[in-house]
């Protein structure tokens, strides 16, 4: 499991670890890091070519003194001060003991030979600004921004890239996209939440042995995932392997059931129960001859995909919310609940709801609170933790990065994915995928981490070699994203 920070968390125990140490030892720890990290993306440090994007404070330190140790190797290290009388003293008087050159940006008629640099490097390190930085980066870290992008070099982040929200990931302007991001003690949210994961690249992380507390923000690897899924004993039987009710599609839209059916399928339960209208049903079971028609005992209902909003649909969700078990609420589904706000959620044992952002927008309205899709893009952890609370019921935020908000303030975000499962049905899949695994016992928030998770690995294998795939692909990934999970052969 890889685990986030906010700021103020990091800085309290950066703090208190600096109290047990000699002075500047903990710098030292993160720039060991830092250059060992640039030395192996270089392969060969002497007679590289290294530009530092040098900030004040310690995040310019860290790049500094990481050049030193570059320079020390052989490589040719020229470092460029945004504020020359701001910058880390001791780390620049290394970084030239070695051998290293700086240079100031600030000076116009430089900087033509400064972008030249960059334009020639083989490795640009941007410290420009840390984990207290905010907002969009001004003139000229921008302008050299820029030019690292566009260059051949590799792009190496100190910590966090320039200009993202450490606490949110947020990118509010003119910020450093990484190739790869060095991060010190532990994952920052915005590392893991987009627009600022994908600045951010890959990310590294270097141990300098903080003490954090409980984070803020988890995201599962395979380990977590294989603890999580359903595994049949020797004396069971498809009942008790859990059975899903599932109350999707409609004449309209038939083909949202077909997807749905599917993916639940290869969920783990023992056994699915169509409920919906008599076409709707031939199709899923023509499709699917394992499916059941008609209502039964269940051990979750997944309710809204295709479902559309007339009244007959209404009286499909009501029926679902009030069979008294877990529920799993998508799509048109969420449109009718958000009509009558969380009230209706009312007796429901336990509830995941599964919105894209237009639809987080309608849920926000059933709480009596306005946004726009924008705003929850840019802002994704705080909308889905402020829908889990109003609702009561967990929230899985769909997106280019998924987050999983519990009402208990847990929250997570997904790390598979792959941009090829924007396509229509893909939300279908994960529904019925994420519903089956509720109706196996896990309770919401572990189903929308196990489902999410799943989803996400099989839209990667559908699409490996770089070919777009359709949503019932990505259903016929699910048992390889399953097996790879697992481990099993």
């Not at 050159?101 to 972008?115: F, P, Q, V």
């Not at 926000?364 to 893009?377: I, K």
Request: with cysteine; aromatic share 2%; proline share 5%.
């Amino acid at each position: 499991m890889r685990q986030a920070h906010s700021v103020e968390q990091v800085r309290a125990a950066e703090g208190a670890l600096m109290a047990k140490l000699p002075d500047g030892t903990l710098m030292q720890r993160a720039a060991a890091g830092l250059a060992a990290s640039c030395a192996g993306l270089l392969g060969r440090v002497y007679g590289s070519r290294v530009v530092l994007l040098v900030g004040s404070g310690d995040n310019g330190g860290d790049a500094l003194y990481a050049g030193e140790r570059l320079a020390r190797r052989g490589a040719r290290v020229d470092a460029v001060l945004l504020s020359p009388e701001r910058a880390h003293t001791a780390g620049l008087a290394a970084l030239r003991a070695a051998g290293g050159r700086d240079h100031r940006a600030a000076e116009a008629e430089g900087l033509t030979g400064i972008l030249a640099l960059i334009d020639t490097a083989d490795l640009v390190l941007d410290g420009i600004v840390g984990i207290g930085g905010r907002g969009a980066l001004r003139a000229p870290a921008d302008v050299l921004a820029g030019a690292a992008h566009r260059a051949r070099a590799l792009v190496v982040a100190v910590d966090l890239p320039s200009g993202v929200d450490a606490d949110t990931g947020a990118v509010a302007g003119p910020a450093v996209r990484a190739d790869v991001t060095v991060t010190f003690g532990t994952h920052k949210p915005g590392l893991l939440v987009d627009p600022g994961a994908t600045h951010a690249g890959v990310v590294e992380l270097v141990d300098i042995g903080l003490d954090t507390p409980e984070p803020v923000l988890r995201a599962a690897q395979h380990s977590d995932i294989a603890r999580l899924l359903p595994t049949p004993e020797r004396e069971t039987d498809k009942y008790r392997r859990g059975v899903l009710g599932l109350a999707a599609g409609s004449t309209r839209y038939p083909g949202a059931a077909v997807l749905a059916a599917g993916a639940a399928l290869r969920g783990g339960i023992g056994a699915l129960r169509y409920v919906g209208p008599d076409p709707v049903g031939q199709a899923v079971v023509a499709a699917h001859p394992e499916v059941m028609v008609g209502a039964g005992r269940v051990q979750a209902y997944a309710v809204g995909p295709g479902l559309d909003t007339t009244d007959e649909s209404r009286q499909r969700l009501a029926d679902a919310l009030a069979a008294a078990v877990p529920v799993l609420v998508d799509a048109d589904g969420l449109t009718l609940l958000a009509e009558q706000g969380p009230k209706a959620l009312d007796g429901v044992p336990a509830a995941l709801l599964t919105p894209h952002a237009g639809e987080a927008v309608r849920l926000l309205q059933g709480l009596g609170e306005e946004a726009t899709r924008d705003e929850v893009e840019a802002a994704r952890i705080a909308h889905a933790t402020r829908l889990a609370s109003g609702y009561g019921a967990t929230v899985l935020l769909k997106g280019s990065t998924t987050v999983i908000a519990d009402p208990s303030g847990e929250v997570w975000v997904n790390p598979t994915g792959t941009p090829f499962l924007a396509t229509a049905g893909s939300g279908d899949v994960l529904t019925g995928l994420t519903g089956a695994l509720l109706a196996t016992g896990l309770p919401p928030t572990r189903a929308a981490i196990a489902g999410a998770y799943l989803h996400g690995l099989a839209g990667r294998l559908a699409s490996d070699d770089g070919t777009p795939c359709a949503a019932s692909d990505v259903t016929a990934a699910l048992g390889e994203a399953w097996r790879e999970t697992t481990n099993r052969e």
